[in-house]
Nanobody, 118 residues
Framework: VQLQASGGGLVQAGGSLRLSCTASGRTSSNNGMGWFRRAPGKEREFVASISYNSASTSYADSVKGRFTISRDNNKNTAYLRIDTLKPEDTAVYYC????????????WGQGTQVTVSS
């Protein structure tokens, strides 16, 4: 399965973005999907995840209340809505299939750059 993240860009603080993650190839798995990010000079960190049937979501404490994860299995696409963007949200955002402990599965794609100006 290949995962392609998109939707990033340069946004002013307080703005919003919606990131998309589209899967192609063998998409028959029923894994959860997760979003991760890597800020400049930092390690990649977990941001949010959603179960296959969308019944369960999980968020990092730093993004709770501002980030919303969703998915549309008919489109093989997961989304990450980011509201009230902060400069500290500046990072490359990646999507990946995850296990029940939100650990990433498979290899990383290119990610999408989000830059928040103050």
């Amino acid at each position: 399965v290949q995962l392609q993240a998109s939707g990033g860009g340069l946004v002013q603080a307080g703005g919003s973005l919606r990131l998309s993650c589209t899967a192609s190839g063998r998409t028959s798995s029923n894994n959860g999907m997760g979003w991760f990010r890597r800020a400049p000079g930092k390690e990649r960190e977990f941001v949010a995840s959603i179960s296959y049937n969308s019944a369960s979501t999980s968020y990092a404490d730093s993004v709770k209340g501002r980030f919303t994860i969703s998915r549309d299995n008919n489109k093989n696409t997961a989304y990450l809505r980011i509201d009230t963007l902060k400069p500290e949200d500046t990072a490359v955002y990646y999507c990946q299939a995850v296990d029940l402990s939100n650990r990433p599965l498979g290899s990383w794609g290119q990610g999408t750059q989000v830059t928040v100006s103050s």
